[in-house]
């Protein structure tokens, strides 16, 4: 079940809204742990189970990880934790890849398992997991198991993010204010975030297909398709995490900012700052602090840090395409931190170029499923193989799209946002502002009902995570 369908919308929510408010502040875990095991097994009763295993033993986990702290044993559970909750995605998420690999390097011929990915493993590994670390540096364990149960299968945050960690939330899972202000708060968050996943990103992905399925390529086409690729998986991300946001209000839960306006970024330690903010502050508190940070020797430094890269490349998807375009960025903090970075911060206009082009380029990576296929296109955006820059279907489809695109460009930037906090907080238009924004956002979700139910596409990205 998708938060952009019409099951999700206007059947599913409003029930679990009308459940949740009435039962006493004791009962809304359970209600909330129950309506988020309905919405993943959804997709399969199966991977519900699945992950209700994974819950267990992290419940289990963090229970003996609490009782013997201080002892050597407490590390031994906390490593048999960490195996037993991650052996859950290796297996699921890829072993097939592992077996395609291995045939191809040593001339086996394993048939493949064909194992179906459970949606969200890769979030809700990464919490389990932090949960139970977690504990481990000192956190109180979760003696209530539907508490417990309840963070981990949270459907608001459960399919696309952001990773909330368990020291994040573990006050308001006990006690947490639920009021008027921040259901409506919630309510404007996920219509953006909606507005933002079905009327911009399914269109940046409709014209990158477009484009893709094109039989005569030119330059600008590959620039084209560079630019919707890019827009697409940013308001798509985004969009997803503006709902897990909106709705987490909604429940009484503050959960982080996941991104933060990434495309005016200057470099690419300022944009990995501002994009998937919860996944990149993870894999710095759990991965590379513990593996020594920066406080090490510099063989071991760049040894972090490539690590780091390479399994958040690898969180990403079972593929080698997802390495690469980890690595490039680890390849690119590496240059910034040696040498880049004190030439970058002496121009904005250069800087801002080489962010975009670098993401651009990245994301064309991680989009196409071949690496041929993805260098191809890269070598495409600077006229390789002799192809013509442009031909009158190019201008066709640019004249079709160039406003969406331009828009869609804007978009991504702070500058629709800071407009309405001027007017929200102007004496002259705030008044006129609290009027006419309640229509804008109805507005807003009725087009977004027509669209979705006469559009047929409706992509969902993570499938891959």
Not at 4 to 24: E, G
Not at 201 to 206: H, P, V, W
């Amino acid at each position: 079940m998708l938060f952009s369908s019409i099951s999700f919308l206007y059947y599913f929510l409003p029930a679990v809204l009308i459940l949740y408010f009435i039962v006493p502040f004791k009962f809304k875990n359970a209600v909330l742990l129950a309506f988020s095991l309905f919405f993943y097994a959804w997709g399969g009763v199966k991977y519900a189970i699945t992950m209700v295993v994974a819950i267990i033993l992290g419940y289990i986990f963090g229970l003996l990880v609490e009782k013997y702290r201080g002892r050597k044993i407490s590390k031994l559970f906390l490593f048999l934790a960490v195996a037993s909750i991650i052996s859950f995605m290796l297996y699921f998420k890829y072993m097939d890849f592992f077996i395609d690999n291995f045939n191809k390097i040593l001339g086996l011929n394993i048939p493949l398992l064909r194992i179906v990915l459970p949606i969200g493993i890769s979030f809700y590994t990464f919490q389990i997991i932090s949960y139970v670390v977690d504990v481990y540096r000192g956190e109180k364990a979760q003696k209530n198991p539907i508490n417990l149960a309840a963070y981990v299968a949270m459907f608001p945050q459960l399919i696309a993010g952001p990773i909330v960690r368990y020291a994040d939330v573990a006050r308001e899972l006990e006690c947490r204010t639920h009021s008027l202000e921040l259901v409506a708060a919630g309510a404007r968050r996920f219509i953006i975030g909606l507005a933002k996943k079905v009327l911009i990103a399914n269109s940046m992905y409709d014209i990158s297909e477009i484009v893709y399925k094109a039989d005569e390529k030119t330059v600008l086409f590959y620039w084209i398709y560079g630019i919707s690729v890019a827009l697409y998986i940013y308001f798509d991300f985004s969009g997803y995490s503006d709902m897990a946001i909106g709705l987490g209000k909604i429940f009484g839960f503050n959960f982080l900012e996941n991104f933060n306006y990434p495309y005016i970024s200057r470099s690419a330690t300022e944009f990995w700052r501002r994009w998937h903010m919860s996944l990149g502050s993870w894999f710095r508190d759990y991965v590379y602090i513990p593996l020594g940070g920066n406080r090490v020797p510099k063989w071991r430094w760049f040894i972090n840090i490539f690590a780091v890269w390479l399994f958040t490349g690898f969180w990403h998807g079972a593929s080698w395409n997802f390495i690469l375009w980890g690595l490039f960025f680890g390849v690119l903090l590496v240059i910034e931190k040696f040498w880049l970075l004190k030439y970058l911060e002496k121009t904005r206009v250069l800087s801002r170029i080489y962010i975009l082009l670098a993401a651009m380029t990245s994301f064309m990576v991680f989009n196409i499923n071949t690496l041929g296929e993805a260098f191809q296109y890269i070598g495409g955006l600077f006229g390789a193989g002799g192809i013509p820059f442009v031909n009158a279907a190019t201008l066709y489809h640019l004249r079709n799209y160039a406003v969406l695109l331009i828009f869609a460009i804007v978009g991504s930037t702070p500058l629709i946002k800071n407009v309405a906090t001027k007017l929200a907080n102007s004496p002259k238009t705030a008044k006129v502002v609290s009027i006419v924004e309640p229509i804008v956002l109805v507005a807003l979700l009725v087009v977004v009902t027509a669209f979705l139910v006469d559009s047929s596409s409706n992509p969902f990205l993570y499938f891959r995570f």
